[in-house]
C-alpha cells in the first residue's frame, strides 16, 4: 500500500519556547474548559465484545485522508461558529464515529455527518456548551439515537444555554407557512462498542485497524497560533482542557508525529489540522483517548417512526432554542408555488453577464458517445460529492439558489482535487445568503453565485454555519465578519447572540474562472461528463415535494415555471424499461427521496422543466486575473 500525507510536510519543529506561564487562551478557558477531566471512577465502563488483535508490523505511516489514494474522513468542521460554543468533546466524537463510518462503508456515497447537536443537547451527564467527555457521548449514543447534520445541524447551543433536548432537536423539518415539525420518520445511527485507552502503541494499534479516535490534549498559546509544521510545545503544559481527533499518525526525517484533526475551522493550522511529536506524551496527547465503533444502521436502513407523543412534546416549544416552534401540523411540506419559490429569476443570465470558457464542453464531446450511465457519487469506487443538506433547518429559508449552486460548485472542487483534499469540500451557502449575493431567505438567483465566486470566493461552511437567516451587515455591505468568522469564550447566555465576542479571519477562497448558462441533454451531459455537477431549475410541485420516495418520477407539465433550484450530479439508465434518466440532488434532508436524492427522465415534458436553464462554473484556488479579487476587492455591496 502507499501512504501519503495530505500536504507538503517540511522538516521544521514548531512551538519552541522555554515560558511556563499560561497565557490567555483564545479558544479555550481554562476555567470552564471544554474538555471535562478524565475521572475513571465516574466515567462509563468500556462496552467491549471483541477486544482489537495486536499487529506486530505497523506501517509507518498510516493517514485515513489518503489510503491508497482514497480519504476516508468527513467534513472539517468549527465548533465556535455562529457563537462560541465549549463542545469540542462533542464534535471530537462525532467526528471519529463520522469517520468510522465512512470507512465500514468503504468510502461509498454518502458521508454521514453524525450531529454534534444532538449530543450537545441530549447528553446530560455533561454541560453542553460548557465542556463534557467524548467517552460519555459515546456511551448516550450506544444507549440512545442520533442522527445526522440534515435532522439537527449544529447551533453551538446545548442544554445549559437554550438548545434542550426534546424530539424535534433530535430531528426537523420546517415550512414556510406552517410551524416546524418532526418528519415521520428519519434514519438513525447507534455506537457499537467504545472504551478508554492510552499510550502511543494502543493508539496507533487503534487508528490503523478501526480509524480515527477522540483524545484530550493541552492548549498553549503556540498551539493557537500554529499555522504548520510538527509541533513539540516546550512549555511543559500537562493540562488537559481540549477534545480533538487523531487521525493517523506518521514519521518524517526520524520525527514521528500525531496528526490531529481540530474543531476550530480549516483556516486554524494546515487546513484544520495539526501534526504533534509523537512518542513523548506532548500537551499529554498520549495520556487520554476514546474510541467506538459504529452500529450497521445502514445495510439494513434503520428508521425512527416518529409517534403522536413526540410531536406533542411539551419540549417543542418556543422556549427551546432560539428558533420558534410552535406544535407541529399535519400540512407537510412547503408546498412552494412558482410565483413564491425559492429560486426567483426565470432565466439564467437575464441580467447577468455570462463568462464562458474559450471552449465549451459541448465542443468537446459527441453525444453518441456518451456512457448509458455517469455517476459521481461512484467514480471507480470514489464518491466525489460534497455532503447533502438541508435549507429548511433551524428554521425555514428560501436559500436552493444558494444550496444547489455552492453543492455543485463544491462537488467540482472535490473533483478537481482528486479527493486528495485533508477533507471533502464544502462551500458555505450561508455567506451567499448573508452577502446578499442574489437573494436572500426568500429567495434568490442563482447565477449571481457564480458571479459572487468569480468576484470574491467562497468560504468553506467551517467559516460561517448555516443558520438559515438573512444574517446581513445592515450598512449594505458584505463585512469581512459576514464571510469568515471565530468566536471566543464564554458560551453565549439564552437570548443573546453574542456576536462582541467574534471577530474576521483569513480563509481559503474557492473561485470560479468562467460562468455560463447551460440547457439541453447535449449540453447536460457533455458538462456533467468534463466537468462534474451543474445546478438546474426545475418547477418543484406539491406532489413531487410531498409524494416522492423513489424511482424516475413522471409528472406532466406544459409549461414549467421554474421555482426551486437543485443539482444534478449524473445520469442513468433503468435496466427494465431502458429509460434514461437524470440523478438530482435536492437540499431537503436526506430523509427526502433517495436519502435526499431523485431521478427525472431525460428528454420528455414530464421532468419538471429540467433541462431548460442551468448554470455551471469553473473551479479554481486562483481569482481570474480580470476579477475584482484579484485587483484587490474586498467587500462586495449588497445588491
Known amino acids: 500500500m502507499k501512504y501519503s500525507v495530505y500536504l507538503a510536510l517540511t522538516a521544521t519543529v514548531a512551538g519552541s519556547t522555554n515560558s511556563t506561564k499560561k497565557a490567555p487562551l483564545k479558544y479555550v478557558d481554562r476555567d470552564t474548559p471544554c474538555k471535562k477531566k478524565w475521572e475513571p471512577e465516574t466515567a462509563p465502563k468500556d462496552k467491549i465484545r471483541k477486544p482489537l488483535e495486536h499487529v506486530e508490523d505497523l506501517p509507518k505511516q498510516w493517514i485515513w485522508n489518503n489510503i491508497d489514494g482514497k480519504n476516508y474522513l468527513t467534513n472539517i468542521r468549527n465548533q465556535h461558529v455562529p457563537q462560541y460554543c ?15 463510518i465512512k470507512i465500514a462503508r468503504k468510502g461509498a456515497w454518502p458521508d454521514i455527518n453524525i450531529s454534534p447537536q444532538v449530543i450537545i443537547s441530549c447528553e446530560m451527564q455533561d454541560d453542553g456548551c460548557h465542556g463534557g467527555e467524548p467517552v460519555r457521548a459515546f456511551e448516550w449514543m450506544h444507549y440512545n439515537e442520533v442522527t445526522d447534520e440534515t435532522c439537527s445541524i449544529y447551533q453551538a447551543r446545548g442544554h445549559d444555554n437554550g438548545m434542550e433536548c426534546s424530539p424535534i432537536t433530535l430531528c426537523r ?90 474543531s476550530w475551522g480549516s483556516h486554524w493550522g494546515e487546513s484544520g489540522f495539526m501534526r504533534l511529536i509523537r512518542g513523548k506524551n506532548n500537551m499529554a496527547i498520549e495520556s487520554d483517548c476514546a474510541f467506538a465503533t459504529p452500529l450497521d444502521t445502514w445495510t439494513n436502513t434503520v428508521l425512527h417512526k416518529t409517534t403522536d407523543a413526540e410531536k406533542k412534546d411539551k419540549r417543542n416549544n418556543t422556549k427551546n432554542g432560539p428558533y420558534p416552534i410552535p406544535e407541529p401540523t399535519e400540512e407537510g411540506f412547503m408546498k412552494e408555488a412558482p410565483a413564491q419559490g425559492c429560486r426567483k429569476s426565470t432565466k439564467h443570465f437575464s441580467h447577468r453577464e455570462e463568462r464562458k470558457p474559450e471552449v465549451q464542453s459541448w465542443d468537446l464531446v459527441n453525444l453518441e458517445d456518451m456512457p448509458a ?15 447533502s443538506k438541508n435549507q429548511h433547518i433551524p428554521e425555514y429559508c428560501g436559500s436552493c439558489w444558494a444550496q444547489g449552486t455552492t453543492s455543485a460548485l463544491a462537488d467540482r472542487f472535490n473533483i478537481m482535487l482528486g479527493d486528495s483534499n485533508p477533507t471533502p469540500v464544502a462551500l458555505s451557502a450561508q455567506v451567499i445568503v448573508n452577502c446578499h449575493a442574489g437573494g436572500d431567505c ?60 467574534c471577530w474576521a479571519v483569513d480563509y481559503k477562497k474557492h473561485y470560479v474562472t468562467s460562468y455560463y448558462g447551460v440547457a439541453g441533454e447535449s449540453q447536460m451531459k457533455a458538462e456533467l461528463f468534463k466537468n462534474g455537477p451543474i445546478s438546474c431549475g426545475i418547477q418543484a410541485t406539491n406532489t413531487f415535494e410531498q409524494t416522492y420516495t423513489g424511482g424516475i418520477y413522471n409528472e406532466y407539465i406544459a409549461n414549467p415555471q421554474l421555482n426551486h433550484e437543485i443539482s444534478i450530479i449524473g445520469w442513468g439508465t433503468d435496466p427494465t424499461t431502458k429509460q434514461q434518466y437524470w440523478i438530482g440532488r435536492n437540499s431537503w434532508g436526506t430523509y427526502w427521496g433517495e436519502y435526499g436524492f431523485f431521478k427525472l427522465p431525460i428528454g420528455t415534458k414530464t421532468n419538471l422543466g429540467v433541462e431548460t436553464d442551468c448554470v455551471a462554473g469553473l473551479p479554481s484556488f486562483k481569482p481570474h486575473p480580470n476579477s475584482p479579487a484579484a485587483q484587490g476587492g474586498e467587500s462586495i455591496e449588497i445588491i
Open 86 to 100: 465549549g463542545s469540542c468533546w462533542a464534535h471530537a466524537a462525532t467526528s471519529s464515529l463520522s469517520d468510522r
Open 173 to 262: 423539518n420546517c415550512d414556510p407557512f406552517q410551524p416546524c415539525f418532526i418528519p415521520d420518520e428519519y434514519k438513525v445511527y447507534h455506537v457499537d462498542e467504545f472504551g478508554h485507552f492510552e499510550g502511543e502503541q494502543q493508539m496507533m494499534q487503534e487508528i490503523y485497524q478501526r480509524g480515527p479516535i477522540a483524545c484530550g490534549i493541552a492548549v498553549t498559546q503556540e498551539m493557537e497560533d500554529y499555522t504548520g509544521g510538527i509541533f513539540e510545545d516546550k512549555t511543559g503544559d500537562m493540562d488537559v482542557v481540549h477534545d480533538i481527533s487523531i487521525v493517523g499518525y506518521g514519521e518524517e526525517n526520524g520525527t514521528p508525529y500525531w496528526v490531529i484533526r481540530n
Open 442 to 501: 426568500s429567495g434568490g438567483e442563482p447565477d449571481s453565485v457564480y458571479e459572487f465566486a468569480f468576484n470574491q470566493g467562497i468560504p468553506d461552511s467551517s467559516c460561517e454555519q448555516y443558520n438559515a437567516d438573512n444574517d446581513h451587515n445592515p450598512a449594505g455591505f458584505c463585512q469581512p465578519i459576514d464571510i469568515c468568522k471565530d468566536c471566543t469564550w464564554p458560551p453565549c447566555p439564552v437570548g443573546q447572540t453574542c456576536q462582541d465576542q
Open 373 to 387: 450511465n455517469w455517476d459521481w457519487r461512484n467514480m471507480n469506487g470514489t464518491n466525489y460529492l460534497s455532503w
